[in-house]
């Protein structure tokens, strides 16, 4: 049955985070994925950062064993800020309260690994019959180039599904659900007709591909839970909305053209947080001076002319 449209804005955001993150072992072994900085903020905070400047300040981790240490990072730590209190480091103290004002952080369990899919199907009972974002951790949207706040707009308006899309090169596609998109009145909006999760280039039916921001409707959670496993052996949240398209939810895609970091691999990890770090107003001027030099060399420079005072 086609999905009953609302004009309900989704308040909820949910954030999967159970992954073993094997990319970046050794790293990982005791620290989550998700905490791993970039620059001096681990993503996961950036992340909740733009869930709540978007409006959503209800966030439902979804974590798996060993990882609480995610739901400690926005909690308050009384003694770290006593001993930054009495030093007058006002500016540090600002740094670590606030992650703790940003949202309500739940959490709920995946017990195993099953897929992105299931990982959302674990967030069914917090999120109930009502929309609701789904954002992936590896991916960071400038807080400049805002794309949440224009796909919940989108939703509450359309219902159905509304997913956050970029082009890729073709040989990229095999990294990425692909849509079969065409375009509407509104010039950033494609409607969706298929999805297809990481096509092979020959196959692909366009080079529109998916990044982690989606926004959908309640209705989902009871298509993942017959939703059978596909590609790796998983449940896929593709597949799923592939399943509500065909049975004539809407689906809508916007399209993102803004600064986007992908932390999902070593390579471009590294890659974001160098452009992060050479963007910011405190720390960019030095760094990018210190980096021009360092390629300039030949990157054989031995002098490290940032050098601070340990503390």
Not at 21 to 35: I, N, Q
Not at 52 to 67: F, I, N, W, Y
Not at 151 to 177: C, F, H, N, S
Request: include cysteine; glycine fraction near 10%.
């Amino acid at each position: 049955m086609p999905e009953t449209r609302t004009r309900t804005r989704a308040r909820k955001a949910v954030i999967p985070a159970a992954g073993l993150g094997t990319r970046f072992l050794p790293a990982t072994k005791a620290v989550p994925k998700e905490l791993l900085p970039v620059v001096d903020k681990p993503a996961l905070q950036y992340i909740v950062e733009e869930a709540a400047a978007s409006g959503l300040t209800d966030v439902l981790l979804v974590t798996g064993r060993g990882k609480s240490s995610m739901v400690d990072h926005f909690d308050r730590k009384l003694d770290l800020e006593q001993t930054l209190a009495e030093s007058g480091k006002d500016d540090l103290l600002d740094a670590i309260r606030r992650p703790c004002d940003l949202a309500a952080i739940h959490t709920s369990r995946q017990p195993e690994p099953l897929g992105l899919g299931h990982a959302v199907l674990c967030a069914a009972a917090h999120v109930g019959n009502q929309p609701f974002a789904v954002m992936l951790g590896d991916d960071l949207i400038d807080e400049r180039d805002p794309l949440l706040p224009r796909m919940l707009d989108l939703q509450a308006d359309t219902g159905g599904i509304v997913v956050g899309l970029i082009e890729v090169p073709r040989e990229q596609t095999k990294l990425y659900g692909i849509a079969t998109a065409k375009p509407t009145e509104q010039e950033d909006v494609v409607a969706i007709s298929e999805l297809v999760e990481k096509p092979d280039p020959a196959d692909a039916p366009s080079n529109l591909a998916v990044i982690g921001r989606y926004v959908l409707p309640g209705e989902i959670f009871d298509v993942i839970a017959r939703t059978q496993p596909g590609r790796g052996g998983e449940i896929q949240l593709t597949d799923a909305m592939a399943t509500m398209a065909n049975e004539g939810t809407p689906v809508h895609g916007v399209l993102f053209s803004g600064r986007r970091y992908d932390t999902g691999d070593r390579q471009s990890y590294l890659r974001a947080v160098v452009k992060l770090a050479a963007d910011r107003d405190d720390l960019g001027p030095d760094f990018r001076d210190w980096l021009k030099s360092y390629v300039d060399s030949g990157f054989n420079s031995t002098f490290d002319s940032g050098a601070g005072s340990a503390g």
